[in-house]
């Protein structure tokens, strides 16, 4: 060997990193590794995050159905979403309308095996992680219409949404549409958080309230259950944020610590305020701060600096604490929507809050780093030393509150048109007896087996059979 080859040894890669069919040059395998995780952590915010949240946080009679609308929309929304969505949000262009891009079909090989436009991952990742988002979407709306929607309603509803009013906001400010470099919104505090609290609550306008009693009186079934639904909520959160730039890169590690810090702060700040008005700590409001930090800060997670992360916890865990616990009860006409979870309240005012927040205190560097080609202005606070930044700033807040009108506007308009058209076909609330009786009279299944009182109870009440459940599972003994 030459003295050369000692001060500059030739290059050679280990034989795990060495570029094969399976893995050609532009795949990075330490980023495609990090974002299947990233992706299954968001998948795992839905089904088993928010199936055992939904499940546990509404009366006993509404736990099957309410884990149920989660579980079902999970999956309606990826096939449609390989079938024709993906490519609408994020597939070839369309130059007029420009709402939209083509519908088509996005789970061919040659398709998902290529490089994807976004990083050195395959286009199996983009797809899929952007259907997490997607499914995650439909289901947080859900959470405005648990106790009362009819199950057949929702798996019309669920395609239809998700068809006309989310690949329409994923498209606009996502997926190169009229917002495309306008809007900052790192990883979908418009397109999925303000989309979906808007949607909900419209829909729960039309759908209709829960059944009197049930409205009145509508206390969690599990809370132990309902924290660990929140905790997968919450640690899912970290491929939520962690994945957006689609890379292990410097902006992910920030946007995973930023994420957790927002959201510590703001379950304090919502458990202090309940704690001096109310004189106790409530394990709800804990959760409701824990949603509202969340979605918070997820439209700036990658471009704003820690101190604004908490900032944005405050905010989040009193701003939202006032609309719900002050203003909602203020308000006929807040008073007039059932909106079950309060989604309204926690993704929608929260969404819109992080975004505005957002365009204030997005850090030029950080968005040099994330988007190095982009045309986003700097955030307001930091464009005070020049004339041109200035406005710079002055324009980025006013792409942002544009978003911000759009996306509500949209779903509004939508969400009814929807509903009006399901209404025309069945019924979009279920009938009153239904809803007296629940989950036995939806499914012909029940949460919680009462296997000590279950002699008791045959005496009381005829048992309701369910013809599907094979006979070796059935505990009636008559049968």
């Given amino acids: 060997m030459n003295y050369s080859d000692y001060i500059n040894p030739p290059l050679s890669l280990p034989s795990a990193l060495a570029t094969d069919e399976g893995s050609p040059l532009w795949n990075n395998k330490g980023d495609n590794a990090w974002q299947l995780i ?9 089904v088993p995050g928010l199936v055992i949240l939904y499940g546990s946080v509404v009366k006993k009679k509404w736990a099957v159905n309410s884990a149920f609308m989660a579980l079902y929309a999970f999956a309606a929304v990826l096939l449609c979403w390989v079938l024709w969505a993906h490519h609408m949000a994020f597939g070839t262009l369309r130059k007029n309308p420009h709402l939209v891009a083509n519908p088509a079909f996005s789970a061919t090989e040659t398709y998902l095996l290529r490089q994807s436009k976004i990083g050195w991952v395959p286009m199996a990742d983009y797809v899929f992680y952007q259907f997490a988002f997607a499914a995650i979407t439909v289901i947080l709306l859900a959470g405005s219409l648990l106790g009362r929607m009819n199950f057949y309603a929702w798996m019309l509803f669920v395609p239809l949404w998700l068809t006309f009013s989310y690949t329409v906001g994923a498209y606009a400010i996502w997926g190169g549409g009229f917002l495309g470099g306008c809007i900052i919104d790192y990883a979908g505090g418009f397109v999925i958080h303000l989309s979906s609290g808007i949607a909900g609550f419209t829909a729960a306008f039309w759908v209709g309230p829960r059944h009197a009693r049930d409205r009145q009186h509508f206390p969690p079934n599990n809370i132990i259950h309902m924290l660990a639904g929140a905790g997968f909520l919450w640690l899912g959160w970290t491929g939520f944020n962690g994945g957006s730039p689609f890379a292990a890169s410097l902006i992910a590690s920030l946007a995973i610590f930023n994420t957790h810090l927002c959201t510590a702060t703001s379950i304090l700040i919502w458990v202090s305020l309940d704690m001096v008005v109310y004189k106790k700590s409530s394990v709800i409001g804990a959760v409701q701060g824990m949603i509202t930090g969340l979605v918070c800060i997820t439209p700036g997670a990658g471009v704003v600096d820690p101190w604004t992360a908490v900032l944005m916890g405050a905010l989040s865990g009193s701003v939202p604490w006032y609309t719900m616990m002050v203003l909602h009860k203020r308000s006929a006409f807040f008073q007039s929507v059932d ?15 992080g975004g505005v927040v957002s365009g204030l205190f997005a850090k030029p560097k950080l968005l040099r780093i994330m988007y190095p080609t982009s045309t986003y202005g700097t955030g307001l606070v930091y464009s005070v030393s020049g004339s041109r930044r200035l406005a710079d700033g002055l324009k980025q807040m006013g792409c942002q509150f544009a978003g911000a009108g759009f996306i509500t506007l949209w779903n509004v308009v939508v969400t009814s048109l929807i509903c009006i058209v399901i209404g025309w076909i069945i019924d979009l609330r279920m009938k009153e007896e239904d809803l007296e009786i629940g989950d036995d009279a939806v499914h012909g299944e029940e949460a919680y087996a009462l296997w000590g009182d279950e002699d008791t109870m045959l005496l009381m009440r005829p048992r309701r059979l369910n013809p599907r459940i094979p006979s070796f599972c059935r505990t009636d003994p008559r049968q």
């Fill in 38 to 46: 990233a992706t299954n952590l968001v998948c795992i915010q839905s």
């Fill in 339 to 353: 909106d079950t979870l309060a989604v309204f309240h926690t993704h929608a005012v929260a969404g819109v809050m």
